[in-house]
């Protein structure tokens, strides 16, 4: 996909498409399967492709939402700090997934930190672009929007069955709750002294 | 043309970036019900129930648990999709979503929703746009949910010592 010579590390820059063989970035990207190969430019031409090594946060919670994310290769945990300070995880991101694309629809900032736990490598719709192409009605990048929407329904999926999970067998969930209650008090009552 | 539904549109802000024409287009699409409270909008069973629009009132989400109990989840209040995963459903969801106040709910057929979305048209694309941020804001209530639940664990060891009661 990208010659190891071209890729940068996270933060200092990114990988030019030029020096991106496109034909592999697509099959990486699933958003992108729908997307005829004349529009591939033009959607693209916005994105930016990152080497992110592990250990790394892509975002954290509060940060400004600079566009929607495709995982080429690695692993993201999307995850919040609870207050116990026990990390909780909404998601794992496996490549070929996308992530960020709540908050970027909503115009909000990340509600989660998305933290790379392998090395791997992220590409990046930048949020000014598409929003220009799709100001624009881009039928192209309208095609990735609505590839996007098919991955909200199924993430949605995946809440309500977590959800559902935890109270369709309280005892079993209530002997984890009754752990981070405990912690949570723990944390409150050395803080109080 | 269906004028009251263009009408519950038109007074909508996260609408008002949709041409009118293109505003007309959905509104040709939708039916408007108006639901009672404590009407189930979505049952979990429901599949390709269409894209729901609620513009007035609130709805909840119950899970059914044990014997004819139910466990009341999150609210949304208008303007909100309603129960969007049962779109593309193909098999049970885990919520009922039932009118806490009363309500009005337009309605797109699933086929006629799917057909524009294959059309690509410009005259549709603003429409579309917002109907998947308000997908995304839907996902973004029910993940704070889930979070939620192990932000305040002591609430939800509350919540599931009164259903271990309850059952």
Known sequence: LCPEANAVAWGDGIVTLDKIDVGKLTEAVPLLAEVDEDGLSEVLEGGKLFKVPRGSHVYRVGDTCAGFYSLVSGIVHLHQIEAGGRMVLLRKIRAGQSFGATDFLCGAPHRMDAIMVADGLVFRFDAASIREKLSERSPNVMTVIRTLSRSLESNLQNVEERVAHIFSNPDASLAEFKDLAGLVSTVEELDES | ?167
């Open chain 2, 1 to 167: 043309m269906n004028p009251d539904a263009l009408s519950y549109l038109s007074n909508l802000d996260r609408f008002s970036a949709i041409e009118e024409r293109e505003l007309s287009l959905l509104a040709s699409m939708c039916t408007v019900r108006d639901v009672p409270a404590g009407t189930t909008v979505v049952n979990r069973a429901d599949k390709g129930s269409g894209l729901l629009l609620l513009v007035a009132g609130r709805v909840i989400s119950l899970q059914k648990v044990g014997v004819g109990g139910n466990v009341r989840h999150y609210v949304v209040s208008a303007p909100s999709l309603v129960g969007p995963t049962r779109l593309g459903a193909t098999t049970d969801g885990f919520f009922d979503f039932v009118a806490q106040s009363d309500c009005v709910i337009l309605s797109i057929d699933r086929e006629d929703f799917r057909a524009i979305e294959r059309a690509n048209a410009p005259i549709s694309r603003a429409m579309l746009v917002c109907v998947y941020t308000e997908m995304a804001r839907y996902v973004a209530t029910a993940e704070d949910y889930l979070m939620g639940l192990y932000q305040s664990p002591g609430q939800t060891k509350k919540r599931l010592e009164e259903l271990t009661l309850a059952t």
